[in-house]
């Protein structure tokens, strides 16, 4: 009977721990509600979280640059996301149709060569590793067939978010959390989900 109660008492503080995460989806100007609503769903889904759409608001003045062309810097949009994070939320993903940038390093923290190409290189998304802020752009996801424009949206929201929570890029052939290695393809063939390595982690 003592070990019978034991493992119901080990069960029901196991089950409190994994709470629900809330995560705030917060549009820099005007987006689409579909799109919106179509990365709610798909964060919901894939980490089983509460998602709010914020109110939209502007893009931070102090994150443009110009430096080959007008663009936001991804790591000042992250620093202002968090910044205005709501209490009631967890993580924050920020969505612009504006493209937006980042200095590329290599693992000694020097900038990737040539330094021309990556000190301010275009991006779909960033996110804090782990952290509570992440952002994705429209910009250079765009396509006609608005189901694949939509995909590729959902799978960097995904994969920012899995940033946040602590992931790493995953060598697992199709997993969401794969490096996409300067190329839209492959996002286009990774899977939604997580790979079940990469679930465990969280």
């Given at each position: 009977?003592?070990?019978?109660?034991?493992?119901?008492?080990?069960?029901?503080?196991?089950?409190?721990?994994?709470?629900?995460?809330?995560?705030?989806?917060?549009?820099?100007?005007?987006?689409?509600?579909?799109?919106?609503?179509?990365?709610?769903?798909?964060?919901?889904?894939?980490?089983?979280?509460?998602?709010?759409?914020?109110?939209?608001?502007?893009?931070?003045?102090?994150?443009?640059?110009?430096?080959?062309?007008?663009?936001?810097?991804?790591?000042?949009?992250?620093?202002?996301?968090?910044?205005?994070?709501?209490?009631?939320?967890?993580?924050?993903?920020?969505?612009?149709?504006?493209?937006?940038?980042?200095?590329?390093?290599?693992?000694?923290?020097?900038?990737?060569?040539?330094?021309?190409?990556?000190?301010d290189w275009g991006?779909?998304?960033?996110?804090?590793k782990p952290g509570?802020?992440?952002?994705?752009?429209?910009?250079?996801?765009?396509?006609?067939?608005?189901?694949?424009?939509?995909?590729?949206?959902?799978?960097?929201?995904?994969?920012?978010?899995?940033?946040?929570?602590?992931?790493?890029?995953?060598?697992?052939?199709?997993?969401?959390?794969?490096?996409?290695?300067?190329?839209?393809?492959?996002?286009?063939?990774?899977?939604?989900?997580?790979?079940?390595?990469?679930?465990?982690?969280?």
């Open positions: 009977m003592k070990k019978f109660v034991a493992l119901l008492l080990l069960s029901i503080v196991f089950s409190c721990s994994k709470r629900t995460i809330k995560i705030g989806i917060q549009p820099y100007g005007d987006i689409d509600t579909t799109i919106l609503s179509s990365i709610s769903e798909i964060l919901k889904t894939s980490y089983q979280a509460d998602v709010y759409i914020l109110d939209k608001t502007e893009l931070p003045k102090t994150a443009f640059t110009n430096i080959k062309s007008p663009r936001y810097r991804a790591d000042s949009l992250l620093i202002d996301l968090k910044s205005h994070i709501p209490d009631s939320i967890d993580y924050i993903l920020g969505i612009t149709s504006k493209d937006i940038s980042t200095t590329k390093r290599i693992t000694d923290g020097s900038i990737k060569k040539p330094e021309s190409k990556y000190q991006i779909f998304g960033l996110g804090y509570q802020s992440c952002v994705v752009s429209t910009f250079r996801i765009k396509h006609v067939k608005t189901s694949l424009f939509k995909s590729r949206l959902q799978k960097i929201a995904v994969h920012e978010i899995g940033h946040n929570l602590g992931l790493d890029h995953c060598d697992t052939k199709k997993c969401v959390m794969q490096d996409a290695v300067e190329s839209i393809n492959t996002v286009d063939l990774a899977n939604f989900k997580l790979c079940n390595r990469c679930l465990d982690k969280i």
